[in-house]
């Protein structure tokens, strides 16, 4: 079992920056591949980034490429989301999950957060 909580969300204006970061109970949490998602109003979940357990590995949708960095510390238990170069299109709820393997699949995650807002003003 994971509990997953994000932090870090708020309002910023278009090309600011923002870290979120998502803390994970249980030892299991090096074992699992990360991944985070984000929902805008009306519109289905969908993929942002991942990572895999050991963080060698990262996979990015092409809408943030270049703009958005996953990592994760597991010593810590908490993976993070570095958003530069904000746009007001990643205005959304953003959620961590994890997964037994790297993906971008939505089903493919087991355990999720309870998300945290992102606002991009322009």
């Known amino acids: 079992q994971v509990q997953l909580v994000e932090s870090g969300g708020g309002l910023v204006q278009a090309g600011g920056s923002l870290r979120l970061s998502c803390a994970a109970s249980?030892?299991?949490?090096?074992?699992?591949?990360m991944g985070w998602f984000r929902q805008a109003p009306g519109k289905e979940r969908e993929f942002v980034t991942a990572?895999?357990?050991?963080?060698?590995?990262?996979y990015y949708a092409d809408s943030v490429k270049g703009r958005f960095t996953i990592s994760r510390d597991n010593a810590k238990n908490t993976v993070y989301l570095q958003m530069n170069s904000l746009k007001p299109e990643d205005t959304a709820v953003y959620y961590c999950?994890?997964?037994?393997?790297?993906?971008?699949?939505?089903?493919?995650?087991?355990?999720w957060g309870q998300g945290t807002q992102v606002t991009v003003s322009s």
């Open positions: 999950a994890a997964a037994p393997a790297l993906s971008n699949r939505l089903s493919e995650y087991k355990y």
């Open positions: 249980g030892r299991t949490f090096s074992s699992y591949a």
């Open positions: 990572i895999s357990w050991s963080g060698g590995s990262t």
